[in-house]
């Protein structure tokens, strides 16, 4: 088992940024990945971007060059994501996550709103 908690969300006007933190009640370094997903109101929750025990990243179409995660590699118990550029769809509730596969699925966080005005 292993708590998530997320934090860093706020409301921004379009074309400015963001850093969501994500602190675990321990180690990460066991999951497959690591990841933030979003879910904006009547859509279904996203995968935005990952990153994979080996250090690779991957990133929806949607927030590719704008969104940056990363993870600290001491302790392994800090995940952030840089969202930068923001825009209106960006909207959402994010969510920290960690999984034992590529999908990320397995732990969550209780989720942090973001929210870009136009």
């Known amino acids: 088992q292993v708590q998530l908690v997320e934090s860093g969300g706020g409301l921004v006007q379009a074309g400015g940024s963001l850093r969501l933190s994500c602190v675990a009640s321990?180690?990460?370094?066991?999951?497959?990945?690591m990841g933030w997903h979003r879910q904006a109101p009547g859509k279904e929750r996203e995968l935005v971007a990952a990153i994979s025990r080996d250090g690779s990243t991957h990133y929806a179409n949607s927030v590719q060059g704008r969104f940056t995660i990363s993870r600290d590699n001491e302790v392994n118990t800090k995940l952030y994501l840089q969202m930068n550029s923001l825009k209106p769809e960006d909207t959402a509730m994010y969510y920290c996550?960690?999984?034992?596969?590529?999908?990320?699925?397995?732990?969550w966080g209780q989720g942090s709103q973001v929210t870009v005005s136009s």
């Open positions: 321990r180690s990460m370094s066991h999951f497959v990945a």
């Open positions: 996550a960690a999984g034992n596969t590529i999908l990320v699925r397995d732990y």
